[in-house]
């Protein structure tokens, strides 16, 4: 044969071999993918249900967002505020800068240490400087309230509040005020009954020392035991006078009774010795005998 025949002979037999090897890696890598397509597509289908959550959830969170941004207004966070105990009054660290200006009406929200918000009120601004404004509570403010207040937190300031959100707070601010107005009624019903507790409790130990003697009673000995040291005193003093009487007379009765016991056998004795005395002679008879 000649050699080209040979050498194409071999090249065939080697283009075979080669075949035969990126067929099988072919067929390898074909099922590799099929198995990858059949495991995406049921990652696909478990996920359709999450998809849906978490569109759900984006939808929900837009709105909040757009509630937050739009129906809230403009708000500046954690402002550095300040709160005078007395009257209410703030100091917070924006101003003009931020958009605060004079007669204007912020609402604010303390943010506690926990991350929560508080919401403290309305307040109209006083002053306003560059980095810096004086605002005042608009509603009426109690010591009480202003003592819940840290004296120097981060506040959210907002520059408008919900159509719904304030006839609420005034409720709750026309309910707060009825309150104290009930609790001034009661706390001065309560300094009354509390006087009169009191003058019942001195009444009490007056008729306690009439009874079983105290300071509340006279130390003067001309006046009456039952004055001095009590009735229960008195009685007693009585009851030891009446048992001394009566010791007396259960002794005079005793006397009386030897004594009567003494006459009694006196009388016996004299019976006797009268027995003993010479019988008078007998009579003598008549003339007629």
Do not use: C
Request: proline share 4%; no cysteine; aromatic share 6%.
């Amino acid at each position: 044969m000649h050699v080209m025949g040979k050498v194409g002979v071999w090249l065939v037999v080697v283009a075979a071999a080669l075949s035969t090897v990126f067929t099988a890696k072919l067929v390898q890598v074909r099922n590799s993918w099929t198995k990858k397509v059949n495991s995406l597509k049921t990652s696909y289908q478990n996920l359709q249900p999450k998809i849906a959550e978490l569109t759900e959830q984006q939808a929900r969170l837009e709105a909040e967002l757009f509630r937050s941004t739009e129906l809230w207004g403009k708000y500046s966070n954690n402002v550095l505020t300040q709160v005078r105990p007395a009257d209410g009054v703030v100091q917070i660290g924006i101003g003009t800068n931020n958009g605060v200006a004079e007669k204007k009406v912020l609402y604010g929200f303390e943010i506690l240490p926990n991350g929560t918000t508080v919401y403290r009120g309305d307040f109209t601004v006083e002053t306003a400087r560059d980095v810096q404004a004086q605002l005042k509570p608009n509603w009426k403010i109690r010591p009480d309230d202003v003592q819940s207040w840290q004296p120097q937190a981060n506040w959210r300031w907002r520059n408008v509040l919900p159509a719904g959100y304030q006839p609420t707070f005034d409720q709750q601010l026309l309910a707060i005020s009825q309150a104290e107005k009930i609790l001034a009624d009661r706390k001065s019903k309560l300094v009354v009954e509390t006087g009169l507790d009191v003058q019942a409790q001195e009444q009490l130990k007056r008729r306690v020392a009439e009874l079983e003697g105290g300071e509340q009673l006279s130390k003067d000995p001309a006046v009456d035991v039952e004055f001095r040291e009590g009735l229960v005193a008195a009685v007693e003093e009585a009851e030891e006078a009446r048992n001394k009487v009566l010791l007396k007379v259960d002794e005079l009765r005793r006397r009386l009774r030897a004594v009567q016991h003494g006459i009694d056998h006196q009388k016996e004795e004299n019976l006797e010795l009268t027995h003993k005395l010479p019988q008078p002679p007998t009579a003598v008879g008549s003339a007629k005998d």
